[in-house]
């Protein structure tokens, strides 16, 4: 036996498929935002505990895993995207964040992007994503004693 011969493998052996990782959901909303003509930036960071051996995703001022911009438009989107069945946790989050109030005061905007897989059984399932904008009048009021509690935040 040769050297060669011992690197050379036969086209017999087994190889073992690579599963495609699936696309994120800050990912997808990434792409659809670029392909909206938004200028795009993923502002959510990853906050590493090497002495205990993991970490915990940290967004923007609590809410935002993406800031975007676009010439016609005013202010700054904020995005916080998600998978369909953390919708209603992510809008629970951000209305509990004090300083989610302050971002819309400033005219700027708040849309939470859950995506879901959907399609009938038996055929193909596509993505599809659910949009909603946030407002001010979600909010709870001022004077409330709810936000009182958070306003110490600041």
């Avoid at 190889?15 to 392909?35: C, F, G, I």
């Avoid at 005219?107 to 193909?124: L, Q």
């Avoid at 659910?130 to 958070?150: A, C, H, I, K």
């Amino acid at each position: 036996m040769t050297t060669l011969d011992a690197v050379l493998v036969p086209d017999t052996l087994p190889t073992k498929k690579k599963r495609r990782r699936s696309t994120s959901p800050t990912e997808r909303s990434l792409e659809w935002l670029r392909k909206a003509g938004y200028e795009v930036s993923k502002v959510e960071k990853f906050v590493r505990f090497p002495h205990m051996g993991h970490g915990v995703r940290q967004d923007l001022f609590g809410f935002a895993d993406l800031l975007a911009v676009r010439a016609d438009r005013t202010g700054v989107l904020a995005v916080q995207c998600g998978v369909g069945s953390s919708h209603a946790d992510h809008l629970a989050k951000i209305l509990e964040e004090p300083k989610a109030r302050v971002w819309l005061q400033a005219k700027n905007e708040i849309r939470i992007d859950s995506w879901r897989k959907v399609g009938a059984r038996g055929k193909r399932k596509l993505w599809e994503v659910r949009q909603e904008y946030v407002t001010l009048d979600q909010f709870p009021p001022v004077d409330s004693p709810l936000v009182s509690v958070f306003a110490s935040d600041f």
